[in-house]
């Protein structure tokens, strides 16, 4: 029986683990993403004219990028708390 629940917190484990290194890729992908397409977005969203659609544009891809940084951190460091994400959340919309 002790062996099984050594089996099943060392597969938790190694999920967990797998779970962090994806989180990295994926948010590195983001970053790498949005430096990739930042001469576009210079050109077609800053340079014009606001509209509603580039408001929503831009609230959508900064608060994703600033949701997907504030999660890896968080899952890295393993201290999540609401606290944190409340916070981050206000400067992001403010």
Do not use: P
Not at 29 to 42: A, I, R, T
Not at 52 to 74: D, K, N, Q, W
């Amino acid at each position: 029986m002790e062996a099984t629940a050594s089996n099943d917190v060392l597969r938790v484990a190694v999920d967990a683990q797998m779970i962090r290194f994806l989180q990295v890729a994926l948010t590195t992908l983001l970053v790498y993403n949005c430096v990739l397409s930042w001469d576009d977005e210079v050109e077609f969203i800053w340079k014009k004219r606001f509209s509603s659609i580039s408001v929503i544009y831009l609230i959508l891809r900064y608060l994703g990028i600033a949701y997907m940084v504030f999660c890896l951190t968080e899952f890295v460091t393993n201290t999540i708390t609401t606290d944190k994400l409340y916070v981050v959340l206000l400067i992001v919309i403010f």
